[in-house]
């Protein structure tokens, strides 16, 4: 069975501060996929990133960048320089290949609130 | 640009009677799921159909919802009769999945329900 964490419930932090996303994912499979979601107050769900198991390159866009560390099964986000506007729910979600079923399975969720 | 399109964008409603939610997936996307948000649970699946063909609806309380797909331009929830547990944020997501490849969720913008 298929597990994300997002351990983290919510974070509050000063704009054009730093912060880290947090998820930990749990499979057996060696071929998944990775995403991240933003939700923001309006209420519609964004796709943010996509990473599937075989490609291990960090990815920036912008102010975001992803760590993706397969030896500690860890897909981290982190915004540089926080705004206002970046103050939404963000999801991690993991898709495993095998089993045919591809159902993303989705973590709690963070808030993230960025005050100014 | 695409979207996905949920109606209604909101429903009160009183308990007992019949609720129905539709949505229009992005052409050409062959995967469809519904979700339900609510602040205690998160994000529960509820149906995922794959090519129109319904695959999973473990998540979903039998006795009283149904979900269906008549043609590829339209998903339907239905809640019958309505409870007050049954409000929530109800989520349709199209995506596209295929050998190989398994792209990123399309939400729509929810439809909230209320049930009095």
């Known amino acids: 069975a298929q597990k994300v964490t997002q351990a983290q419930t919510e974070i509050s932090v000063v704009e054009k501060e730093d912060v880290t996303l947090d998820c930990v994912y749990e499979t057996r499979d060696t071929t998944y996929y990775l995403f991240w979601y933003k939700q923001p107050p309006s209420g519609e769900l964004v796709f943010l990133i996509r990473r599937n198991s075989f490609d291990e390159q960090n990815e920036i866009s912008g102010r975001y960048s992803w760590n993706f560390q397969k030896s500690t099964s860890s897909f981290n986000f982190t915004i540089t320089a926080s705004q206002v506007v970046d103050s939404a729910v963000y999801f991690c979600a993991l898709i495993v290949a095998s089993g045919g079923s591809y159902i993303p399975t989705f973590g709690r969720g963070t808030s993230l609130i960025v005050h100014p | 640009d695409a979207r996905v399109t949920q109606t209604p964008r909101d429903k009160v409603t009183e308990m007992g009677q019949e609720v129905t939610m539709r949505c229009q997936p992005i052409l050409g996307h062959n995967t469809v799921f519904w979700y339900r948000q609510t602040m205690m649970q998160g994000l529960e699946l509820l149906a995922y159909f794959r090519n129109r063909a319904p695959l999973d609806d473990s998540g979903m309380p039998k006795d009283r919802f149904s979900a269906e797909m008549p043609d590829a331009t339209l998903a339907t929830l239905k809640i019958q009769p309505s409870e007050p547990r049954d409000s929530a944020v109800y989520f349709c997501?199209?995506?596209?999945?295929?050998?190989?490849?398994?792209?990123?969720?399309?939400f729509g913008e929810g439809s909230r329900l209320t049930v009095l």
């Open positions: 997501a199209s995506g596209f999945s295929g050998t190989g490849y398994h792209g990123e969720l399309f």
